[in-house]
């Protein structure tokens, strides 16, 4: 009966260890699912000039790095939980034991606790400097990718990329770390020297005492060096939690900009076509940006300009005189500052910007060319997208099966064509 008892509780312990993990990591992983779908929701939802201000490193660094760090705490939680428990089992034992020394026990617990806080604090900062390197080294990391012809071509170029810009962040990061990391050690030891002081003053220093017997001097040795483990692992973990601190604000200061500035209407809703565009006007529009290199304001207008339908245009003008900013304006990407966007008589408000640009198809300088024809759901889609491909001369590079391009590996000027 022992042994199938002790087999029963061996098979519980097990089946519950598994359970418990395999529930912690499919919660973890959902909440990183959630995270990323609602950052995502919010950025889709935002300015694209605010997106422009914060920049794609930053965003893909909070989507990636951060939520990973979050998800990697929420998954210690369920064993920190543990390790408070069997330290809280163990005050509870050593209070039974002897009630005098459980005071000094907790005092210097609470002093180890005061001092790990402290240090902790001080370790915020390094953290949070790390953080912020972060958002440089996926900048740098673009500019690896994207660049990489341009740095193949010139080895001087590729050793100053590596040397002056990659390596300086890289570094800075480290230091950052391994400062803040230092400080954890630090705390951490500091706590296991107070832990053995603690066991020393009560093996050497408590037998003379009157209401303490070998037993309970015994019992709160064995006891205290018991709890070291899980004192242990949860200081071992707290390193982790403030990451998670740093990341969770950077998080919550993204989603505070992204909802302050969220565009009134930005419900994706499918809007069709009108079935004929009448004329697109510009009364007394201006738009302001900062210009590269130019540390005041550059105000694009008051335009007033009128497109007909069937016209083709051409927009001509130097560098920096604001053709990109009519054409986003046009779109409806930015949001004039003054003036009027009219469609077919009728302006056009925040409220109806949204469905304003499902009028359009543009094919940025920057363009970014998806693997399938997201959004087009027809029953002959396939047919007509090959007739598309045989009119622009892509059939023997590219074949098209479910709305799914065979490739998007193609020239620039042959992605264009396909875009």
């Known amino acids: 009966l022992t042994i199938l008892l002790f087999a029963g509780v061996m098979v519980l312990v097990m089946l519950s260890q598994i359970v418990s ?24 939802r935002a300015p694209l000039r605010l997106l422009q201000q914060l920049g794609a490193p930053r965003l893909m660094a909070n989507l990636t790095e951060d939520v990973t760090v979050l998800v990697e705490s929420f ?17 509870i034992y050593l209070g039974w034991l002897s009630w005098q020394l459980l005071i000094i026990v907790v005092v210097v617990m609470l002093l180890g606790v005061i001092i790990y806080q402290l240090s902790t604090r001080r370790a915020l900062r390094p953290l949070r ?24 071509l010139h080895q001087r170029r590729k050793k100053a990329f590596l040397a002056d810009v990659l390596y300086p962040t890289a570094e800075a990061c480290r230091k950052e770390i391994i400062s803040a990391m230092t400080l954890f050690i630090l705390a951490a030891a500091f706590g296991t020297l107070l832990l053995y002081c603690l066991i020393g003053f009560i ?50 200061h993204l989603k505070k900009e992204l909802t302050e500035q969220a565009e009134a209407s930005a419900d994706l809703k499918h809007t069709e076509s009108p079935a ?29 300009l009128t497109f007909q339908p069937g016209e083709l245009v051409f927009i001509t003008g130097g560098n920096g005189s604001g053709k990109s900013t009519l054409g986003l ?10 003036g009027q966007i009219r469609m077919n008589g009728v302006e056009i408000t925040e409220a109806e910007r949204e469905n304003y640009r499902q009028q359009f198809a543009v094919v940025f300088s920057d363009f970014y060319l998806f693997e399938s024809l ?18 622009l001369q892509l059939d023997h590079k590219v074949t098209i099966a479910n709305g799914i391009f065979s490739t998007v590996e193609l020239s620039q000027g042959q992605r264009k064509r396909l875009a």
């Open 21 to 44: 993990t395999i529930v912690i990591m499919r919660a973890g992983q959902t909440a990183a699912r959630d995270l990323r779908m609602e950052l995502s929701h919010r950025i889709i």
């Open 75 to 91: 998954q210690l939680i369920p064993q920190m939980c543990i390790n408070i428990s069997w330290v809280s089992g163990c005050l």
């Open 129 to 152: 400097a790390a953080r912020e390197q972060d958002d440089a080294l996926y900048a740098h990391f673009r500019g690896l990718i994207n660049g990489i012809k341009e740095i193949k």
């Open 203 to 252: 093996l050497f220093e408590t037998n003379d005492w009157e209401m303490i017997t070998g037993e309970i001097v015994s019992g709160y040795a064995l006891t205290l060096l018991y709890m070291m483990a899980p004192l242990t692992t949860a200081l071992g973990d707290l390193p982790t939690f403030s990451r998670a601190s740093v990341a969770l604000g950077k998080i919550n």
């Open 276 to 304: 004929s565009l009448g004329k697109l006007e510009l009364l007394a529009v201006t738009h302001q940006y900062v210009r590269e290199g130019d540390e005041h304001k550059f105000t694009l207008g008051p335009l007033d």
């Open 329 to 338: 304006l046009l779109v409806g990407l930015y949001s004039p500052e003054s």
């Open 374 to 391: 997201l959004g087009l759901l027809t029953d002959d889609l396939d047919h007509r997208a090959r007739t598309y491909l045989t009119e």
